[in-house]
């Protein structure tokens, strides 16, 4: 008799479960963003992108979106958040905001808890009208996050927390059809909306490609856009092929510096070239996740819009990655590279003795701004403690500012922008607050903290050749030699100073220089060796980790970028795949090169920041902040 009662106790509950009442709401998608900022940087190892409250310390203005509830009654709700200072103290977190339906706020803190993203429970509400508007409310500025919003009438209905089956529940909350939309065809899909990606694009178009430019950020650029603000580096008009380049004086800004006022970046500029183009079609918003294969090759892309979360599938013969981390490679199962190789495998003198996982790591900038009075700021301190001696005595940080160099670029890549995020805000925090001689701090208030973080190397794709140092320090000429590096070979290293202070957490790097002559990098290094029809053009070349110091520079992959778009006509052309190029079509491809594709007669305006040098002899300087 026990045992049936039982039995039918569990079916009452499976009944119970299955008809009870839910609505899924993906964050990123709110109609109204308020002050909260979408940050998809994560979103292959999380699943999705989420909403950020990046207010630099003062909280922002509300996200809000209009929903509907299947049936009225009372809904218990789960939020997806993550305390994101729990890797460095194991305490309530700053990222503090709360839930509103329709104006009144559901009863708990959200983003405090956990030492991982997790469900938490945001308390109930009784849904009287099935239409409502639910609100993000920021408590801190100081980047709570959230990622999704589940509403239940089943207490205890908690979505799952593994990646792999949260997004089978998320596809099945939001009726997400199991086939994605045509884009349509293309001649060439050109994945990440860099300058190697946008000088890619641009080529291949005025050659007469179709293309298809997917760039998974609102804003074109990159690295030299107005979200990272790093400036463009190295030479154009170098090497022998002198209009290579001539594109950059067309989108690439007029003015240096890292850290500026966002106008410096001139991302306009950047928007208007790729308009103005009648062969691409520019899809931004738009993150690859996944691709379709054909024994080695790929026949289509999928990619998500980070807002919307359509996804679209791209075909084309020809695909190039210019990701920077080598997505659509790693993807496609493409042979690749990250960290340092020992010294042995090529001969490099400048690399360590042994192999090992250490790569250079990425920068949040940032700058402060005079107030004209005093300004407070909330005393900030989860884990990384400073004293007078230690602090650093600043009122902005710029490249130096570089965290992650002994964590995975690709996998830990949330921690260590985090990190970035965290020392900016402890750093501050101590010269406003515990400083006792911050009178050159007292009036001023941070200006700009970057939230999408600057990388410098993760995956680098192989190639039929792999740059090394000794085809660059002896001149080892290649016959597909194709633009010239021109930058010194600049390898980034923790700094001393900062060591001493942080051993094994440091956040500031210096650069230690080998100066080279112009190098012309083969074209070998812009395809896959294993992936039929993949290009790649950026800093995830075929390159190892010593010459990548040279070639990573924007100028310089903007001219590689030139190059994969002219060979990507020349494919289409013949009908051929990359290494037919090589094989085949070299002297085709030299004459493209020789002509370039930029506008004839335009003056140089590319000559700040050009670094390296063309006379002196190969030494190796240390750069210290």
Same mark, same amino acid.
């Given at each position: 008799?026990?045992?049936?009662?039982? =039995?039918?106790?569990?079916?009452?509950?499976?009944?119970?479960?299955?008809? @009870?009442?839910? =609505?899924?709401?993906?964050?990123?998608?709110?109609?109204?963003?308020?002050?909260?900022?979408?940050?998809?940087?994560?979103?292959?190892?999380?699943?999705?992108?989420?909403?950020?409250?990046?207010?630099?310390?003062? *909280?922002?203005?509300?996200?809000?979106?209009?929903?509907?509830?299947?049936?009225?009654?009372?809904?218990?709700?789960?939020?997806?958040?993550?305390?994101?200072?729990?890797?460095?103290?194991?305490?309530?977190? $700053?990222?503090? %905001?709360?839930?509103?339906?329709?104006?009144?706020?559901?009863?708990?803190?959200?983003?405090?808890?956990?030492?991982?993203?997790?469900?938490?429970?945001?308390?109930?509400?009784?849904?009287?009208?099935?239409?409502?508007?639910?609100?993000?409310?920021?408590?801190?500025? %100081?980047?709570?996050?959230?990622?999704?919003?589940?509403?239940?009438?089943?207490?205890?209905?908690?979505?799952?927390?593994?990646?792999?089956?949260?997004?089978?529940?998320?596809?099945?909350?939001?009726?997400?059809?199991?086939?994605?939309?045509?884009?349509?065809?293309?001649?060439?899909?050109?994945?990440?909306?860099?300058?190697?990606?946008?000088?890619? &694009?641009?080529?291949?178009?005025?050659?007469?490609?179709? /293309?298809?430019?997917?760039?998974?950020? $609102?804003?074109?650029?990159?690295?030299?856009?107005?979200?990272?603000?790093?400036?463009? #580096?190295?030479?154009?008009?170098?090497?022998?092929? +002198?209009?290579?380049?001539?594109?950059? +004086?067309?989108?690439?800004?007029?003015?240096?510096?890292?850290?500026?006022?966002?106008?410096?970046?001139?991302?306009?500029?950047?928007?208007?070239?790729? @308009?103005?183009?009648?062969?691409?079609?520019?899809?931004?918003?738009?993150?690859? %996740?996944?691709?379709?294969?054909?024994?080695?090759?790929?026949?289509?892309?999928?990619?998500?819009?980070?807002?919307?979360?359509?996804?679209?599938?791209?075909?084309?013969?020809?695909?190039?990655?210019?990701?920077?981390? #080598?997505?659509?490679?790693?993807?496609?199962?493409?042979?690749?590279?990250?960290?340092?190789?020992?010294?042995?495998?090529?001969?490099?003198?400048?690399?360590?003795? +042994?192999?090992?996982?250490?790569?250079?790591?990425?920068?949040?900038?940032?700058?402060?701004?005079?107030?004209?009075?005093?300004?407070?700021?909330?005393?900030?301190?989860? #884990?990384?403690?400073?004293?007078?001696?230690?602090?650093?005595?600043?009122?902005?940080?710029?490249?130096?500012?570089?965290?992650?160099?002994?964590?995975?670029?690709?996998?830990?890549?949330?921690?260590?922008?985090?990190?970035?995020?965290? !020392?900016?805000?402890?750093?501050?925090?101590?010269?406003?607050?515990?400083?006792?001689?911050?009178?050159?701090?007292?009036?001023? +208030?941070?200006?700009?903290?970057?939230?999408?973080?600057?990388?410098?190397?993760?995956?680098?794709?192989?190639?039929?050749?792999?740059?090394?140092?000794?085809?660059?320090?002896?001149?080892?000429?290649?016959?597909?030699?194709?633009?010239?590096?021109?930058?010194?070979?600049?390898?980034?290293? $923790?700094?001393?100073?900062?060591? &001493?202070?942080?051993?094994?957490?440091?956040?500031?790097?210096?650069?230690?220089?080998?100066?080279?002559? *112009?190098?012309?990098?083969?074209?070998?290094? =812009?395809?896959?060796?294993?992936?039929?029809?993949? %290009?790649?053009?950026?800093?995830?070349?075929?390159?190892?980790? /010593?010459?990548?110091?040279?070639?990573?520079?924007?100028?310089?992959?903007?001219?590689?970028?030139?190059? /994969?778009?002219?060979?990507?006509?020349?494919?289409?052309?013949?009908?051929?795949?990359?290494?037919?190029?090589?094989?085949?079509? =070299? *002297?085709?491809?030299?004459?493209?090169?020789?002509?370039?594709?930029?506008?004839?007669?335009?003056?140089?305006?590319?000559?700040?920041?050009?670094?390296?040098?063309?006379?002196? $002899?190969?030494?190796? !300087?240390?750069?210290?902040?």
């Amino acid at each position: 008799m026990k045992s049936k009662c039982i =039995l039918l106790f569990m079916l009452c509950c499976l009944t119970w479960a299955a008809t @009870a009442a839910s =609505l899924f709401v993906e964050a990123e998608s709110f109609a109204v963003k308020g002050g909260w900022v979408v940050d998809q940087q994560f979103m292959d190892r999380m699943g999705s992108p989420y909403l950020m409250a990046h207010g630099m310390g003062s *909280p922002v203005a509300n996200a809000q979106s209009s929903v509907e509830f299947p049936e009225t009654g009372t809904y218990y709700v789960y939020v997806r958040t993550f305390n994101w200072t729990s890797p460095w103290k194991n305490a309530e977190g $700053p990222g503090k %905001f709360r839930l509103l339906v329709d104006g009144r706020a559901l009863p708990v803190t959200l983003g405090t808890q956990g030492s991982s993203w997790i469900w938490q429970e945001a308390g109930s509400v009784a849904v009287r009208n099935r239409k409502a508007v639910i609100s993000l409310q920021d408590l801190t500025g %100081f980047n709570g996050r959230c990622d999704a919003i589940y509403f239940t009438t089943a207490k205890g209905d908690v979505p799952p927390a593994s990646v792999p089956q949260l997004e089978a529940f998320r596809r099945k909350a939001l009726g997400m059809p199991d086939r994605p939309a045509s884009a349509g065809n293309f001649d060439l899909v050109v994945v990440g909306g860099g300058v190697a990606g946008i000088s890619a &694009a641009v080529a291949a178009a005025r050659l007469g490609c179709k /293309v298809a430019l997917l760039n998974n950020r $609102p804003i074109l650029g990159g690295n030299n856009s107005s979200e990272v603000r790093v400036h463009l #580096g190295g030479r154009i008009e170098t090497g022998p092929y +002198k209009a290579l380049g001539d594109l950059q +004086k067309e989108f690439g800004p007029s003015r240096q510096g890292n850290a500026k006022p966002a106008d410096f970046y001139e991302d306009d500029k950047k928007e208007a070239i790729v @308009a103005g183009e009648a062969n691409i079609t520019l899809f931004a918003n738009y993150h690859a %996740f996944a691709v379709d294969m054909n024994e080695q090759r790929i026949v289509a892309v999928i990619a998500r819009h980070i807002e919307s979360g359509l996804e679209m599938r791209f075909e084309a013969p020809l695909f190039a990655d210019c990701t920077g981390d #080598g997505s659509v490679g790693y993807l496609a199962g493409a042979d690749y590279r990250m960290g340092r190789e020992g010294r042995d495998e090529f001969g490099e003198t400048t690399a360590p003795e +042994k192999a090992d996982s250490m790569t250079m790591g990425a920068s949040v900038q940032w700058y402060s701004e005079d107030s004209g009075k005093p300004t407070a700021f909330p005393t900030f301190n989860y #884990g990384v403690n400073f004293n007078d001696q230690s602090v650093e005595k600043v009122s902005m940080g710029e490249w130096t500012w570089e965290t992650g160099m002994n964590f995975d670029q690709v996998k830990d890549f949330e921690r260590i922008r985090d990190y970035g995020l965290l !020392v900016v805000y402890s750093n501050w925090s101590y010269l406003k607050n515990n400083y006792k001689e911050n009178n050159p701090w007292r009036n001023r +208030k941070l200006g700009w903290v970057a939230y999408v973080s600057g990388k410098r190397e993760s995956r680098r794709l192989m190639g039929d050749y792999i740059l090394k140092e000794d085809d660059l320090r002896k001149n080892v000429v290649h016959e597909d030699g194709t633009a010239a590096t021109t930058w010194t070979i600049d390898l980034h290293y $923790p700094d001393p100073a900062n060591t &001493a202070n942080f051993p094994g957490a440091e956040f500031k790097s210096i650069a230690k220089h080998v100066p080279i002559y *112009p190098y012309p990098v083969p074209y070998r290094c =812009l395809y896959s060796r294993n992936v039929d029809n993949l %290009f790649m053009a950026g800093r995830n070349i075929s390159v190892t980790h /010593v010459a990548l110091g040279t070639t990573r520079v924007m100028r310089t992959t903007g001219m590689l970028g030139e190059v /994969v778009g002219m060979a990507a006509s020349i494919c289409k052309q013949n009908k051929v795949d990359p290494r037919a190029v090589y094989r085949k079509y =070299l *002297p085709e491809l030299k004459h493209l090169m020789q002509e370039g594709v930029g506008k004839k007669g335009l003056p140089n305006n590319q000559q700040y920041n050009v670094g390296g040098t063309l006379s002196k $002899p190969p030494v190796v !300087v240390e750069q210290h902040e």
